[in-house]
């Protein structure tokens, strides 16, 4: 029974993280696209980017406690395959981060709901129509930019679904490398600065990268608030998304997530000196000649 009740714990902490991130980042997004005038990214690519890390940041401060704050699907799969996590628990983590992110969907459409619906009167949105990348679902989900997974617009030049795919699959893989490396406990670093690191990379990341299609990098964060939109008028271009976006945001962190563990177990973990005690770092070679 109490080994039950912890699990339960774990698993609010992961809907509270994941709920913070998402409420956060997409409160970000409302007003930088709607807030500062109604016409576009006030605030830049760049600036998203740093809110987005803020969020992880703090996110991961409100639950790392007690959850370990996974906050993404990508991550829980990964830390399932290579660092022995539950694979039993692994659908309560996922089911809870989608929870968490849903959630937040439902507190951005409340708080920012009149600046979004007059930022759709404005551009004559219509929910449920085609509207490429001015389409009120980027409040809430990633929105492929034209050009992109067969779109047309002057944007971007047309590229294949493949270019966005593939881009989803790298940038999680180095998402989850870099939180490896961060909380790698053979490295002489403080946890309680994880939470920063690991946001500065999400910075990097989503301010880089969000041109090609927004830099999802986590499953829960993109198809939480997509069901949310489904919910209320977006139809299809919700779920599965305008050409069938989902399956390139939701979908291919999946692959990235693990494949970036699996290449930091193969050419970092496993060189790594071992550790010399339960809580010491290890003192590396050339420190002990000199000694």
């Known amino acids: 029974m109490a080994v039950a009740e912890s699990w339960t714990k774990k698993y609010l902490a992961e809907v509270l993280g994941t709920f913070v991130l998402v409420f956060l980042g997409d409160s970000f997004v409302a007003f930088a696209v709607a807030g500062a005038g109604g016409n576009g990214f006030k605030a830049g690519l760049l600036g998203a980017g740093f809110f987005w890390g803020f969020a992880v940041t703090l996110a991961i401060y409100s639950c790392g406690a007690v959850s370990g704050a996974h906050l993404n699907p990508a991550v829980t799969l990964a830390l399932a395959w290579r660092r022995g996590f539950p694979w039993s628990k692994v659908p309560g983590y996922i089911g809870s981060q989608l929870v968490g992110a849903f959630i937040a969907a439902i507190g951005v459409s409340f708080v920012w709901n009149g600046i979004i619906v007059h930022y759709e009167v404005a551009n004559k949105i219509v929910r449920g129509d085609a509207n490429g990348v001015t389409s009120g679902l980027i409040f809430w989900a990633n929105w492929p930019h034209p050009g992109l997974v067969g779109y047309t617009g002057d944007y971007l030049t047309q590229d294949p679904w493949w270019r966005g795919a593939g881009t989803e699959i790298i940038i ?84 990235g997530g693990p494949l970036g563990a699996w290449i930091y177990d193969t050419f970092i973990h496993q060189h790594l000196p071992a550790p010399v005690g339960p809580d010491t770092v290890p003192v590396p070679e050339t420190a002990r000649a000199r000694a």
Do not use: H, K
């Open 172 to 255: 999680t893989a180095i998402l989850v490398i870099c939180i490896l490396g961060i909380v790698e406990d053979r490295m002489p670093s403080a946890a309680n600065l994880a939470p920063i690191a690991i946001g500065f990379v999400v910075a990097a990341l989503v301010g880089l990268f969000a041109p090609i299609e927004m830099a999802s990098l986590n499953p829960a964060r993109d198809l939480g608030p997509r069901i949310w939109g489904l919910i209320i008028g977006y139809g299809s271009n919700a779920i599965p998304g305008q050409n069938f976006n989902l399956w390139v945001t939701t979908g291919m962190p999946l692959i």
